[in-house]
Each structure stands twice: as structure tokens, then as C-alpha cells.
């Protein structure tokens, strides 16, 4: 028999410390850890479960069999049945001897009738390999209890990461009663089973003391010097066996609050009350276009053409930024006053400012080309190249996107993009073909200004943006009459961004947060237009919130360089609130909050008590609640009582959820934890399978992730079995309150890309802080601990893009500029990204294998597969066979995955320990708040992607060993190995 391979139960006839160890070896042996590990002699046995029985007196044994005296001092292992072993010994030592020898040294086998165990325990070699265990506690850290079943708690770590050493001692008082003995029995089992080493035996260890029955009260677990103390009482069994199989979920469900949380903090009375205060609110509005134009128009260019003397002829262009509906109106209008002045037959174009190449195509030259049924259109482009200016040599075609599409659809023509010479006269031109003649040719340039990307910095460069133009002509009389105007967008923008800016940064001080939240609310009358490809829109209010946070944020990282030579990387919260006001003026607000004032207050979770108190601070205060805002399930994107609601669903049916961290914002970061071993949560888990750590929502605006995430969750609590192979860790959404921002802002603009929720609360890109202990972003806690907890295989972190082009019209028009690559338009319904260690072989061999995985998923199905296909044909005609530097192409399979060395990022968890994570891949759905149908294509893409790596995973080989050695201290260490994924593929080298 393979006692350890089959659900051993320990069986215990006396009180015997000795049985500590084996309960602790039961943990780190077995396959399932099953509840109980141990029971008192007499009590319920569960059938089914291998014995091991301790100190029985009299076994009942089978016919026939004897047990043999023993010598003084010595042990046995005697086969009892098929399915028990009795360890016994002549007396009191014999016993102990033969408990730590089991414990230590025993393979879990049993080939003749009984085996004896001598006072020389066996001779194992020294442990050599290894360095010695660091001093207990390490640097101090075990201060808080959730730390407890980790290297900063009773655990240890030899190299740093995986908790393969402890020397934890536990102090029983004496009179325990059989159920207690067996709840501390579990304990050393739970202890057992999250190493993944072992020193014996545990009552001569030298590190944390766990002292049962203990001065903490009964009901309480606490925090002592050296270790943990659980009080002596009536609930002390119901408190061991709380933290033995429970633990760290608090009683009740709760998730543990984290040091440093606001969460605690304000239960403690550590923040600020009252509403934030405004330290600026200042105010804006306009008579609006149609009035100004109105003004203009009667004021001089009407009195100009009758000057030039009235005729027919006369062609008026004008651009502005109002719906179609009104433009319709003010073309009529100015045609009616021209006729009125002697102008009858009058041409009067009045054209959006916001995309003017692509409307002259669609709504001008369209409906000619739809008459002239053409076979082939050409495109022509002039390439942008004013020094100075930052937008792309593209700028002009950017102008024309997605038009090649809507006019290939409507005349059925092959319809061509062309780069024209650089001295072209217009910036646009189209031409067309019937059966080899040219029927159709027309050029326009699209009415554009020049102002500076950053008021605060001149060297920042200037950006070409679209403006406003009143133009008339009269071909024959070779009269021209034209002046600027300014579009609405225009005069608010250099309002915002040249005067209240200004005041803003005037008013600032030095430390981060510079202030609380920064709103800016604009009413407008550029409402979206759906272009009829994909989810491609004109949203020019759109393109404004774009540059109303990412500007700002720039413009406060310029500031920052210029007063202390490095970026305000974490400002505060901008916060731009952008609503539609098709036919009215323009408005805006801007107010500006003091920063919360955040106190270096260290909070340690020091005590927790069964009925759902903890002790924080000093202070006994109940457990915080999860503090989720009341709301309903959102029909579209997950938002916070969605996600609450369903992970409820999902504990109800069994599944670990906990709060493994909380946001700066005091919101609870979930994890979701499915581990392949039953009983284990943690490093002792991945010991016997590989684990996946999946990460959802680091930008909340990237929604898929969460919906794919949970649906995964739901398939493996219905189905166990698709879980055995893989542990599996799923954060559903660790960017909390960038979620609760987004869900308040897509219910005004449901399809915009609502980046101001990309960041955390003080617009700070928090991917650098999981590996600061110190961080005082609560968001960027509950990876890291997981990662520490679990030592994952493979993390992978479930992004999105957007699903529609990127306009920043003040920025650079299409380039986002703080990204090297151009995101001006999506490139797939999905792709990949993978973090190379390149000096790793192994990894980067893993990682390879991995994508072909992946991608191979993607091709399997058709719908991602054609969409993939279909968006990367158009990727590469508008932008990577133009300038690939900004639009780089890496296929695998012929499905996107870009690699990029991890060292240069130094964001990742395979730069950080290739030893212990083996890929950190990175999915990008192109799903920026997507709603309906097309939400759950994305949804179902991150789910396709999820799915891949699950089952390249669960095909990995997995190699392990048990080994056992003395130690320079006089115990016996037994550790348990599995090789890791980029060991066994290490050889490989790069394919």
C-alpha cells in the first residue's frame, strides 16, 4: 500500500506531540488534503480514507495477527487490514520515535509484516544542496495574521519565493481534549500541506511558536512575539479548526482587510470627514456656431460677395462642428440669403469639422461616383510633414478612415489607397475608373489649425487639429473670400488648456496626489455617427475626453520635470464628464478638489475573533465590511454589484472567494481560487500541479476580461473535473475603482472608450508597484500576494484595446503619444503579448509554445479567426505597410503575439522570478466598453484565450520528488520538487 496516495486519515488513541508531525506530513504527502486530517480513537471515521493509527493499545486486529514485543525505547509500523497502518511503540519514546520517523523518513509503503524503528532513525545524507533557512521572522514582516501560512508567517523561504523550509513549534497546553487535539492536529496538517518543506520534528523547532490554549481569550487568534496564540476556552477546537481549514477567510465569508487599507483606516478614523474640498470652480460658455456663423457671415463674407458683384457661380464651404441635421439647415440658410442677394444657383457645402476627408468622400463625392457606377476608386493621400508638428506622415489619411470600406460596399468597385507626391496641391484626392477611362476626379485639403500639444512645454512640439472655415468662391470672377472659425471644441480647448491649466498648476504643490479630482464637464452639440464598419464611429466629443485625460495627465508629467526632474506620475483623479447637447451652446465646468490627506498610518491585522471581530490598529472593531456600492446587476460591462452578486453565486456552489486586497479607493480586490488539490490554497497546491493566475481588468475600461473570467469560473465550480490537471487563481477585476468610475461613465456615452477609467484614482499606472512592499496603492497588493501565495506557472494578464480608431484631436490626431506604437486603429479581434526573459531559455521556449497554443485556439474558431484576418488586412493597409515602425506586425500562426523583452519593461513576473513563473502572456480583446452582442464576442475571445493556456497547462508534464536530509541543526528536512515548466524546456532553446 501507498498510505500518503489515499486519502490518509490519522487516528489517534492518547494526546502525542509526535503526532504533530505526521499530521504535518499528511499535508505535504498527500494528493487531497480531506477534512478531517485527524479524529480521536472512537469517534466518526469516514469511509473510504487510509488509517494511520497512533498509540492504540489494543487495535482490534485481524485474525491471526500478533504484535511482537518491542525493545525499550523503540517504534513500529505494522500493516493493519488492507487499509491501515498502526504505529506504536514500547513506550512513551518508542511511540514519539516511531510518529517522527513515519513522519521524516517513511516512503508511505509497507512490504512485510511490520517495520522497526531503532533509536537510529536511518542514515540520510546531510543537507548540503540547500542554504540554511533565514532567521525567523524574516526581516521582521510577520505582523500581520493574514501573512500567517507564508514565508513572512510560519513559513519559510530558502531562495525567496517558494515556502520550502519551516521551523515551527508548537506549545500545547497540557489537559487538551480529543477534539482539540485532532482540530490541532488539522492545523499541522493545513501547515504541512501550504510548504513545501518540512524540518523535523515540529516541537523542536526554532522559529514561530503556535501556542494552543494560549492568554488570548477564548474565541481569539492573536498576533504574539514569535507567533500566533489561540486562546484557551470552549470554542478553542471550533477556533483551531476555523483556522486549520478556513482560514484566511474570515468568519462569515469575509476576505481579509489589508494593512495600509482605507478600508480600516476609516473605521479607525484616519481619514478626513466630509465632502472634499473644491479649491477651484470656474465656468464656460459660447453663443455657440450657428450664432457666430450667422454673425460672420452677415458681418463680412455676405457683404464681400456682393462686393465682388452678385452672379451665379458662387461656391461656399464652411466647417463646423454641428449634427448633420443642423448643418442641413445653415446649407439651406446661406443658400436662401445668397439667392436673396442676387446669387441665385448657389453652391453651399457646410461640412463637419471632425473627420472632414471622410465625410467629403461619403456625402459629397459618393452620391457623384453612385451615378458614374465606377470599377475602380483611388484614394490619394499627400504625407504630412511639417517640422515641428507631431502628428504621423498618415494625418491626412487618417482623415479619409474607414471611407475606402463604405464606398467599396455602396458602388461595388475595387476601392485603392495611394500615396501622393509630397508637393501635391491638396492635402486629398479621389479618382475613378470605368472599364479603364477615368470618369471622376476631385481634391480637397481638410481645414486644420496648429496649436501646442503642451501650453506648459514648447518643446513638446505643436498638433495639427481640425478648425473651423468660412470659404467663398466664384471660379470664374477669381474671387476669394475665406477666414478662420473657430469651432466650439476650438474655443474651448484653448480656454482649458491655456488658461485653466495654467491656474491649476499655479496652485499645486509638490507632494502626490497634487489633488483630489480634477472634473471637467462639457455639453456639446457633436453627437456620435455610426460609419457603417464594425464599431467605427465619428465621435468627436469623444476624441475630446480622450485628450481631457490623457493631455492633462502629460501636462501634469511635464510639470513634474520641469520642478523636480521626474513626472508627477499619480496627480489625482481627471475626471471628464462629456454629454451631447445636439442644438445648444456649448458649456463646461471645471472644479478641482484639495488632495485627501493620506496619513502614513501602518494598520496590522494583530487579532481575529469566530464572532466576525478583528483587531486592527490596537483596537477590537468589526470586521470592515465589503463596502460595494448599491446597485443592480448592469446589463452591459460588469460593474461592482454584477461582479458581487455572482461571486456569491459562485461561493454558494462551494468556490474560495476572498477579498485579497482593497483599492486605494477602499474597494474590495476578489480573488476567485480553484485549486486542483482539495484542502490546499497556495504554494502546497502548485507543489502537485501547475497553476494559472489570471488577471482581469487592470484597466477597467478593458471589459471582456471580467465577463470571460467569471464565465470560466462558473464552468469549473459545475464541473470539478475540468480543474484536475490545474490550479486555477482568477482576479475578476482587479481595477476597482477605475470600474466603479467606468460603470457611472458608459451610461451617458455606452461606446466610447472611456480611458479616464484606465489608471487607478490618482491616474497612476500602477504595473511598476507590484513589486514595492511599500506601495501605497491598495490595487497593486492583490496580484503580488497572489503570485507570492500560489508561485503560478504562467500568468496571464487579460487586457483589451479599443474597437474603433483613437483620435486625440489636440494631441497628434491618431497617436496616442505616450506609446511608442500607434493604437490609432485595431489591429485584431484578439492578440497576444509575451514578456521574454531572452537570457532564459527555458522561458522563452515555454512562452513560444504557448502562443502556438494560443493561436492555434484562435484559428480553431471561425468567427476570431476571420475577424482577426479581416482586421489585420485593414490593419495593414492604413498603417504597418506605411510605417511598420508604428505599427508593428508579429504573427504566429497567423495570429498577432508580440514579444518584447522582459527586461526592458521590468513589469513582469518572469523578469522578476523566471524561476518561478514560466510565461507572462498578455491577451488584447479589442473591446473597450463593448456592449451587447459584440461584448460577448470579446467576451468569448478572452474566454477562447483563457481556455488555451488551461489546457497547454494541463498537458504540461509534471515531474516531482520527495526527498529527506539531517541539518546542520540535528532535524530531519523532507521537501517536495516539482520541476517547473521552463526546466523541462529549458534544452529546447529558442525554436
Known amino acids: 500500500m501507498d498510505f500518503f496516495r489515499d486519502q490518509p486519515l490519522l487516528v489517534f488513541h492518547t494526546v502525542q506531540p509526535a503526532a504533530l508531525d505526521l499530521a504535518a506530513r499528511i499535508g505535504l504527502s498527500a494528493p487531497e488534503l480531506t477534512w478531517p486530517a485527524a479524529v480521536a480513537a472512537g469517534g466518526d471515521i469516514p469511509a473510504g480514507r487510509s488509517l494511520l493509527l497512533v498509540g492504540a493499545a489494543n487495535p482490534r486486529l485481524p485474525a491471526g495477527l500478533t504484535l511482537s514485543p518491542l525493545a525499550p525505547g523503540c517504534g513500529a509500523l505494522t500493516p493493519v487490514g488492507g487499509r491501515a497502518v498502526l504505529v506504536r511503540g514500547a513506550d512513551a519514546a518508542g511511540e514519539a520515535l516511531a510518529c517522527l520517523w513515519a513522519a521524516a523518513c517513511w516512503d508511505g509503503r509497507l512490504d512485510g509484516e511490520r517495520l522497526v524503528i531503532a533509536a537510529d532513525l536511518a542514515n540520510l545524507p546531510a543537507d548540503e544542496a540547500a542554504p540554511p533557512p533565514p532567521a525567523w521572522p524574516p526581516r521582521g514582516v510577520y505582523r500581520c495574521l493574514s501573512q500567517t501560512f507564508s514565508p513572512e508567517g510560519l513559513l519559510a523561504a530558502r531562495d525567496g519565493a517558494f515556502p520550502d523550509d519551516t521551523s515551527v513549534r508548537f506549545d500545547l497546553a497540557p489537559g487538551l481534549t480529543g477534539e482539540e487535539f485532532a482540530a490541532v492536529l488539522d492545523l499541522a496538517a493545513r501547515v504541512g500541506a501550504e510548504s513545501t518543506g518540512l524540518n523535523f520534528p515540529l516541537a523542536k523547532g526554532a522559529g514561530p511558536v503556535v501556542r494552543v490554549g494560549g492568554d488570548a481569550g477564548d474565541g481569539w487568534i492573536k498576533l504574539i512575539d514569535g507567533g500566533l496564540s489561540i486562546g484557551a476556552g470552549p470554542s478553542l477546537a471550533q477556533v483551531l479548526t476555523y483556522l486549520a481549514r478556513t482560514f484566511p477567510s474570515l468568519p462569515g465569508g469575509q476576505g481579509w482587510p489589508d494593512r495600509d487599507l482605507w478600508a480600516v483606516k476609516d473605521i479607525l478614523g484616519h481619514r478626513g470627514d466630509g465632502p472634499p474640498e473644491i479649491i477651484l470652480d470656474e465656468t464656460w460658455q459660447d453663443t455657440g456656431e450657428p450664432a457666430r456663423l450667422r454673425a460672420a457671415w452677415q458681418g463680412e463674407i455676405l457683404p464681400g460677395i456682393i462686393a465682388a458683384g452678385p452672379a451665379e457661380g458662387w461656391q461656399v464651404a464652411v466647417t463646423l462642428s454641428e449634427p448633420r441635421e443642423m448643418r442641413k439647415a445653415l446649407a439651406a440658410e446661406l443658400t436662401a440669403s445668397l439667392a436673396a442677394a442676387g446669387c441665385p444657383a448657389a453652391k453651399v457645402i457646410v461640412r463637419p469639422a471632425y473627420k472632414q476627408g471622410y465625410y467629403w468622400l461619403v456625402d459629397e463625392t459618393l452620391p457623384v461616383l453612385e451615378d458614374l457606377r465606377p470599377d475602380r476608386v483611388v484614394i490619394g493621400w499627400r504625407p504630412f510633414t511639417e517640422p515641428g508638428v507631431r502628428d504621423l506622415p498618415i494625418r491626412w489619411l487618417q482623415e479619409v478612415y474607414p471611407a475606402d470600406e463604405v464606398l467599396a460596399a455602396r458602388l461595388g468597385a475595387a476601392v485603392e489607397l495611394a500615396e501622393l507626391p509630397p508637393a501635391s496641391p491638396e492635402a486629398l484626392e479621389v479618382r475613378a475608373w470605368r472599364s479603364g477611362r477615368q470618369v471622376f476626379a476631385a481634391a480637397m485639403t481638410p481645414a486644420s489649425g496648429r496649436r501646442p500639444y503642451l501650453d506648459n512645454d514648447p518643446a513638446a512640439g505643436l498638433a495639427c487639429h481640425p478648425a473651423g472655415r468660412i470659404e467663398a468662391r466664384h471660379p470664374a470672377k477669381g474671387a476669394v473670400i475665406a477666414q478662420p472659425f473657430a469651432t466650439d471644441l476650438e474655443l474651448f480647448w484653448q480656454w482649458y488648456s491655456a488658461g485653466v491649466l495654467a491656474r491649476i498648476e499655479a496652485m499645486t504643490g509638490a507632494a502626490e496626489p497634487l489633488f483630489g479630482t480634477l472634473a471637467v464637464e462639457y455639453a456639446g452639440s457633436e453627437p456620435d455617427e455610426p460609419l457603417g464598419a464594425g464599431e467605427e464611429m465619428a465621435a468627436p466629443l469623444e476624441a475630446l475626453h480622450e485628450d481631457l485625460y490623457f493631455t492633462t495627465l502629460d501636462r501634469f508629467a511635464s510639470l513634474g520635470k520641469a520642478r523636480r526632474g521626474e513626472p508627477y506620475n499619480a496627480p489625482g483623479a481627471i475626471l ?416
Open 576 to 991: 471628464p464628464w462629456l454629454k451631447a447637447a445636439p442644438g445648444r451652446p456649448p458649456r463646461a465646468r471645471v472644479t478641482l478638489t484639495r488632495p485627501v490627506k493620506r496619513e502614513a498610518v501602518d494598520i496590522a491585522i494583530t487579532g481575529v475573533h469566530l464572532g466576525g471581530h478583528v483587531i486592527a490598529g490596537g483596537r477590537v472593531i468589526p470586521a470592515p465590511p465589503l463596502a460595494v456600492p448599491a446597485g443592480e446587476r448592469a446589463p452591459g460591462p460588469v460593474n461592482m454589484a454584477t461582479l458581487v452578486a455572482e461571486l456569491g453565486e459562485l461561493a454558494a456552489a462551494g468556490v474560495r472567494v476572498r477579498v485579497a486586497a482593497r483599492s486605494t479607493g477602499g474597494r474590495p480586490v476578489f480573488a476567485v481560487e480553484l485549486p486542483a488539490r482539495a484542502g490546499t490554497f497556495g504554494a502546497g497546491a502548485s507543489l502537485r500541479h501547475p497553476t494559472l493566475l489570471i488577471n482581469a481588468r487592470h484597466h477597467a475600461n478593458e471589459v471582456a476580461s471580467t465577463t470571460a473570467a467569471l464565465a470560466l469560473a462558473r464552468r469549473l465550480a459545475r464541473d470539478p473535473a475540468l480543474r484536475n490537471k490545474a490550479n486555477i487563481v482568477i482576479v475578476p477585476l482587479e481595477n476597482a475603482d477605475g470600474a466603479e468610475l467606468h460603470d457611472r461613465m458608459q451610461r451617458d456615452n455606452p461606446r466610447w472608450k472611456h480611458h479616464a477609467a484606465r489608471y487607478n484614482r490618482d491616474g497612476f499606472e500602477y504595473y511598476g508597484e507590484y513589486f514595492n512592499p511599500a506601495t501605497p496603492y491598495g490595487e497593486a497588493r492583490a496580484l503580488a500576494r497572489l503570485w507570492r501565495q500560489w508561485l503560478p506557472d504562467v500568468v496571464l494578464d487579460a487586457h483589451g484595446v479599443p474597437s474603433h480608431e483613437w483620435i486625440q484631436c489636440f494631441s497628434g490626431y491618431g497617436s496616442p503619444p505616450r506609446f511608442s506604437m500607434s493604437i490609432w486603429l485595431p489591429n485584431a479581434l484578439i492578440y497576444g503579448i509575451l514578456y521574454e526573459p531572452r537570457d532564459h531559455a527555458g522561458n522563452v521556449a515555454a512562452g513560444e509554445d504557448l502562443a502556438r497554443a494560443m493561436s492555434a485556439a484562435f484559428a480553431a474558431d471561425g468567427e476570431i479567426d476571420g475577424l482577426n484576418k479581416q482586421w489585420l488586412a485593414r490593419y495593414r493597409r492604413w498603417g504597418s505597410d506605411i510605417l511598420p515602425g508604428k505599427f508593428p506586425v508579429e504573427l504566429m500562426n497567423d495570429a498577432i503575439f508580440y514579444r518584447q523583452d522582459a527586461a526592458e519593461r521590468k513589469i513582469s513576473f518572469t523578469w522578476r522570478r523566471p524561476d518561478v513563473t514560466a510565461v507572462h502572456c498578455v491577451t488584447e480583446v479589442a473591446d473597450e466598453t463593448a456592449q451587447g452582442e459584440y461584448l460577448d464576442l470579446c467576451a468569448r475571445a478572452q474566454g477562447v484565450a483563457m481556455q488555451a493556456v488551461l489546457d497547454w497547462l494541463a498537458a504540461a508534464p509534471v515531474g516531482s520528488e520527495e526527498r529527506a536530509a539531517t541539518t546542520a541543526a540535528g532535524l530531519i528536512r523532507r521537501w517536495r520538487k516539482r520541476q517547473r515548466i521552463q526546466e523541462m524546456t529549458a534544452g529546447e532553446g529558442n525554436k
